[in-house]
């Protein structure tokens, strides 16, 4: 695998044998992530999936998408700035977020995004929408100890939600 990605020209390797992307290693990366975001923005905004559904999905779509799908999905929607986890977009800088687990009790904050690797986690996203989580919601923090249940009010309600939401979810204040 190193060996064939090095002959596409996508990495090299340093003196000390570490791998390293090239800059046309980057630019494909970037356009891989691009393609996956944008996969998944098309399936919430086209084909009415749910929010915390699409991830999967998009890593199959991502590796059949042509450069000129790619191109044409970003502009029927509107060229969007990031995935519906709030996930910027290659080449865009996000807004300064930070996680839950860093807002003080008694202040309100906006999720902001899920980082990438959390899409990943099975049942995560779903559980986050189960409890009215999803970005752009504002929350208020009422209580937060370290690797404790969080409690917070959304929409009125309060309620209690699992200590791991303190790393996963970022927000900005
Ligand atoms: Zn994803
Ligand atoms: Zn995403």
């Known amino acids: ?7 596409e020209g996508l990495i090299a390797l340093d003196e000390r044998k570490e791998v390293h992307l090239t800059k046309t290693g ?42 000129e799908m790619e191109q044409r999905i970003q502009n029927v929607l509107g ?7 709030g996930n910027p977009m290659p080449g865009v800088t996000g807004r300064p977020t930070k996680p839950l687990e860093r807002v003080l009790p008694g202040a309100t904050a ?19 929408d189960s409890q009215g989580l999803r970005p752009g919601v504002e929350l208020a923090v009422v209580d937060l100890r ?11 309600a309060e309620r209690t939600i699992r200590a ?3 790393q996963k979810v970022w927000v900005r204040a």
């Open 164 to 166: 791991d939401c303190g």
């Open 26 to 67: 980057k630019r494909h990366a970037d356009s891989i992530v691009r393609r996956h975001r944008l996969a998944e923005r098309f399936l919430v905004e086209v084909l009415g999936f749910e929010w915390w559904k699409t991830h999967e999905e998009a890593e199959r779509l991502e590796h059949a998408m042509s450069a």
């Open 146 to 156: 370290h690797g404790e249940p969080i409690r917070v009010r959304v929409d009125g």
């Open 110 to 128: 906006t999720i902001e995004r899920i980082p990438d690797q959390f899409e990943h986690e099975p049942g995560f996203l779903e559980y986050l």
């Open 79 to 85: 060229d969007p700035q990031t995935c519906p986890h």
């Open 1 to 7: 695998m190193v060996h064939r990605l090095e002959r």
